[in-house]
């Protein structure tokens, strides 16, 4: 199942989207998506609607250095565990949303990734129980001021921005994320391209890692790290992220 969260002519909804790409429908959720979701009745053809983020999420943690051949371009060797950090939720924004350039940067990068949408809360997660607290997979745009985690020393300034977390288009909820393609464009020319199988740490590994430092819970999305290709992004660029199976998420790049 694909769930969003779209803007339509009666407000915002969760809904679930069905059908055939060009005639789909988002069906409206009754509340929230997580468990059984129940449905209204209420449906809009997708093309009238705005895909808003597909979740509102109340932390988002991140992996670092997770593909060996991104490490590498980074100058460091890939660490043995894996690397975690924060974004806040204010960083969050849906598709089309312009990333805003902040003035105090000169290099603002994309960072296309795999991101992990929890479904339940938990903590203490076995790695192979991992799928039974994810609700689904989601393409996230991990958009970094790389002069700033350079001299900053921690990531938080450099990760934190307002507009710096673009997720979308939707969740989709029967994948397997073993094996993807993912790849990421800049104006149409291709800047990253890996698959999911040359993380380091795998899925149910990053699940566990993390739940054993905090709790999780519902919405709270785990993006798991970049491959090689990073770059920087410019006013007037368009960035799209695409993981196989998911969907393609697409943004614009302005300064503020
Ligand atoms: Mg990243």
């Keep these: 199942m694909k769930l969003g969260r ?12 069905e059908g055939d790409e060009g005639a789909q429908v988002a069906k409206e959720i009754a509340e929230h998506p997580f468990g059984d979701p129940t449905f209204t009745g209420r449906s809009w053809p997708l093309k009238e ?3 808003l983020a597909p ?17 590498a371009e980074m ?12 974004k806040p939720n204010t960083s969050i924004i849906g598709p089309g949303v312009p990333i805003v350039r902040p003035p105090s940067s000169e290099r603002v990068d994309y960072e296309g990734e795999l991101a992990i949408v929890i479904g339940r809360p938990c903590k203490d997660v ?79 590994d990053i699940v566990e890692w993390v739940s054993r430092v905090m709790t999780l819970l519902p919405g709270d999305v785990i993006l798991t790290g970049t491959p090689e290709g990073i770059g920087p992004m410019e006013a007037g660029s368009t960035v ?17």
């Design 75 to 86: 100058g460091s060797e890939a660490p043995e565990d894996p690397v975690i950090f924060l």
């Design 6 to 17: 779209v803007a339509s002519q009666d407000g915002v909804a969760f809904v679930a989207i």
């Design 55 to 71: 979740i509102l999420a109340t932390k988002i943690i991140a992996i670092g250095k997770n593909y060996a051949a991104h490490a």
């Design 126 to 204: 076995k790695a192979a129980q991992a799928s039974s607290v994810i609700l689904g997979y989601t393409v996230a745009n991990d958009v970094t001021a790389r002069d700033q985690q350079k001299v900053d020393g921690q990531w938080t300034r450099a990760k934190g921005y307002d507009t710096f977390c673009p997720l979308g288009p939707w969740i989709e909820t029967e994948l397997d994320p073993s094996d993807l393609a993912i790849n990421t464009d800049l104006d149409g020319e291709n800047r990253q391209s890996s698959r999911t199988s040359l993380m380091l740490h795998k899925v149910g």
């Design 240 to 256: 799209s992220v695409t993981v196989e199976g998911i969907g393609t998420l697409t943004n614009p790049v302005v300064d503020k």
């Design 49 to 51: 609607t705005r895909l």
